[in-house]
């Protein structure tokens, strides 16, 4: 799996957009850009993951540079509830036989 | 459903005991993975199971000791544990299928060793 690097920590007003950079300069053309975030003491909870096209879902936007070799997670109006840690991850390629390997990660804390 | 259930949530052990962690999920994923994560630190990968048979094992001590007795379940039989095994144990499932593999996790289990 591609190496990952992320800044350690963030913060951002509650209401704002928060946008978490991440940077994955040796990714494969067939790896995919994972986004995973742990809030204190839980289980990762995935959030989004992308090839090269921007993606969105309820949680988030993935927006991937067309060279691929870094993304940004943005999640459109933080709640404090959003405070947690964010991994950014580059792989699987293969599926069902892969493990994530987490970097360690942006804290994201999120201001009211 | 993306429910990953862990049992228990905290266990205590003697470097004597023997103790087992159970996982469960229903949602018909044919991947299940342990991961051990430490204080302040990204959890790590230590098995996976693909259609129920043992796909990797990260060099884990052999005093670790899974199990995938059908598809739904995964268990970590756990004996003569260190001190520094003290982690939060996560369990996570994936389709094992598809072009991508989202994983899901539980909430962990608390081990602490004394």
């Known amino acids: 799996d591609a190496k990952t690097t992320q800044p350690p920590s963030m913060d951002c007003a509650e209401g704002r957009a928060a946008n978490l950079p991440c940077n994955h300069s040796?990714?494969?053309?067939?790896?995919?850009v994972y986004w995973y975030r742990q809030i204190h003491s839980q289980g990762p909870q995935y959030i989004i993951h992308g090839l090269k096209n921007n993606e969105t879902n309820e949680m988030a936007s993935l927006i991937i540079t067309e060279d691929r070799k870094s993304s940004t997670l943005i999640l459109p109006h933080a709640t404090l509830r959003d405070t947690a840690v964010y991994y950014c991850i580059a792989g699987p390629t293969n599926f069902g036989n892969e493990k994530l390997t987490f970097g360690t990660g942006t804290r994201l804390t999120i201001i009211p | 459903d993306t429910e990953v259930t862990q049992t228990p949530k905290h266990l205590v052990m003697g470097m004597t005991n023997k103790k087992s962690l159970k996982c469960e999920q229903h949602m018909g994923h044919r991947a299940m993975y342990w991961y051990k994560q430490k204080a302040k630190k990204p959890p790590e990968l230590m098995f996976v199971y693909s259609y129920e048979k043992l796909s990797i094992n990260e060099s884990v001590p052999s005093r670790f000791s899974p199990e995938c007795p059908n598809s739904s379940l995964l268990n970590l039989h756990l004996h003569a544990l260190q001190p520094e095994d003290s982690a939060l144990y996560l369990c996570a499932s994936s389709q094992a299928s598809g072009r991508t593999d989202t994983q899901y996790f539980g909430p962990g289990t608390r081990l602490t060793v004394l």
């Open positions: 040796t990714i494969s053309g067939n790896e995919y």
